[in-house]
């Protein structure tokens, strides 16, 4: 079975400094991981996804993350936070070695204030 | 980039009727498509895959004669919320994955509330 954490429900970040917004995952084979935004009543906009390669993947409105094996995490960041990034972020997980369903974590709201 | 439009995005129904959501990829064609659920500063609860052209897959604990889903072409999924009551009112997202199979696109959302 496949999982995702998201330990923090909301992290709270000053505009222009650096924001973290942490994910570790399960899986039995390789994961594809990937990074989502959702903006309220709206569907999921997709950020970045690591399946091979780089570990550090950078993706879209200056977002990146790392992939770390060791300890099967996979962080969103970004090194200056703007007031637009606060929104609903979902970090999900795919087990590259079968099947295509996405495990989503269950979200964290970021803050981001003036 | 892939587009996939969900409609409608909102809509209020009364209690025992049926509802049809919509999900079109619009430049891709989509061998497999997935509906979620969203309940209020909650997850994605996945309810179903389907592939084009034969029956969807539940997942456990989602009523498939409820729920039914159509995935008739490439481009086209439904969901249909029969019968509809009050607890069946959240938030519906579908989601498409191309022939390339590494992505996933996903709609916009249905608000739906039973009344």
């Known amino acids: 079975a496949q999982s995702v954490a998201q330990p923090e429900d909301q992290v709270n970040v000053a505009e222009g400094n650096p924001l973290t917004v942490k994910c570790t995952y399960s899986?039995?084979?390789?994961?594809?991981l990937f990074w989502y935004v959702q903006y309220p009543n709206r569907g999921l906009q997709f950020l970045l996804k690591y399946i091979t390669g780089d570990n550090l993947v950078k993706g879209s409105y200056g977002f990146e993350a790392e992939f770390n094996k060791s300890q099967t995490s996979f962080h969103l960041k970004k090194p200056s936070a703007l007031v637009s990034d606060s929104a609903l972020y979902f970090c999900?997980?795919?087990?590259?070695?079968?099947?295509?369903?996405?495990?989503f974590g269950t979200g964290t709201q970021l803050k981001v204030e003036l | 980039g892939a587009v996939v439009s969900q409609h409608p995005s909102r809509v209020i129904c009364k209690s025992g009727t049926s509802v049809k959501i919509e999900c079109r990829s619009l430049d891709f064609q989509a061998t497999t498509m997935f509906w979620y659920r969203q309940f209020p500063k909650k997850s994605l609860m996945l309810m179903a895959t389907s592939n084009e052209g034969s029956k969807a897959t539940y997942e456990q604990g989602v009523e498939k004669d409820k729920f039914l889903i159509n995935h008739a072409s490439l481009t086209l999924s439904t969901l249909t919320v029969t019968s509809a009551h009050p607890e069946d009112s959240s938030f519906y997202i579908c989601?498409?994955?191309?022939?390339?199979?590494?992505?996933?696109?996903f709609g916009s959302g249905t608000r739906l509330t039973v009344v």
């Open positions: 999900a997980v795919r087990d590259g070695g079968g099947g295509n369903k996405l495990t």
């Open positions: 899986v039995s084979g390789n994961p594809y």
């Open positions: 989601s498409a994955m191309g022939t390339g199979g590494g992505g996933y696109t």
